[in-house]
């Protein structure tokens, strides 16, 4: 994710598509796992004239994981759960569709529970040839039961106690099209429509919907672009 700093009204354009601008002139974009490795930033002031950079961007090696011989119906959802996870799946779509005037994105983000990272973004497996979606957040193992964190402040735009895979989620906007989803809580203790501030507990961290075991899985999107939330954070402090 990267912030950029405009005059006021400036207008400005990714690859030529609009980027919204905020009235002092920031503006907030990000690249996912399969961009390219550049990019055109195009900034133009009130008045002209356009500002074009082309961005290089840094490609990265993910953990790619290969298991075969397994039993089909460990690769292939049951069809019976068709309807649950489309219905599902929608919900998901629909709130991070959701992009307010908040300014939130701008702030410094903070670790939703502090222990071992368990998993990273980008990682993915190929089960039986077929590849599986690649893991898009970041994995703290902890306790269960123990507090999960707002990452950053925001309005909850959706908060489940029990998806088929998520388990207990809650997606927050944080503005511009920048959201952060917490899945796999065992309880959930915030609502549809509710501001939170950074740091607010907003349930318990669990292993519900398809988890191995206990963690919270921390994704940030921009838009429909899947961030690296690890790259947004400090450090994971060390106890
Ligand atoms: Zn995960």
């Not at 920031?26 to 550049?38: I, K, L, M, N, T």
């Not at 569709?97 to 702030?107: C, G, I, P, R, Y």
């Not at 670790?111 to 599986?132: M, T």
Request: net charge neutral; glycine share 12%.
């Amino acid at each position: 994710m990267i912030i950029g700093h405009g005059e006021p009204g400036a207008s400005v354009t990714l690859d030529g598509q609009p980027v919204r601008v905020a009235p002092d002139g920031r503006f907030v974009f990000g690249f996912g796992r399969e961009a390219p490795p550049s990019a055109v930033l195009e900034v133009t002031p009130p008045g002209g004239p356009t500002e074009k950079r082309t961005l290089a961007i840094t490609q990265r090696t993910y953990d790619i994981q290969r298991i075969d011989g397994l039993p089909p119906s460990k690769v292939t959802p049951d069809p019976a759960l068709d309807e649950r996870l489309k219905r599902e799946r929608a919900a998901i779509g629909a709130a991070r569709k959701h992009t307010s005037d908040a300014l939130f994105w701008a702030e410094k983000l903070a670790w939703p529970s502090r222990g071992r990272i368990s998993g990273v973004y980008g990682s993915q497996r190929i089960l039986n040839g077929e590849p599986k979606q690649p893991h898009y957040g970041v994995d703290v193992a902890g306790p269960k039961g123990s507090p999960v964190t707002a990452p950053g402040s925001g309005t909850v735009t959706l908060a489940e106690p029990d998806f088929y895979y998520e388990g207990g989620i809650v997606i927050i906007d944080h503005g511009y099209g920048v959201s952060s989803t917490l899945i796999h809580m065992e309880r959930v203790d915030v609502q549809a429509g509710e501001s939170v501030a950074q740091g607010q507990r907003i349930g318990l961290l669990g292993a519900a919907g398809r988890a191995s075991g206990p963690h919270v899985d921390w994704r940030m999107n921009w838009n429909g672009v899947r961030l690296d939330p690890e790259l947004l954070v400090s450090p994971m402090p060390q106890n």
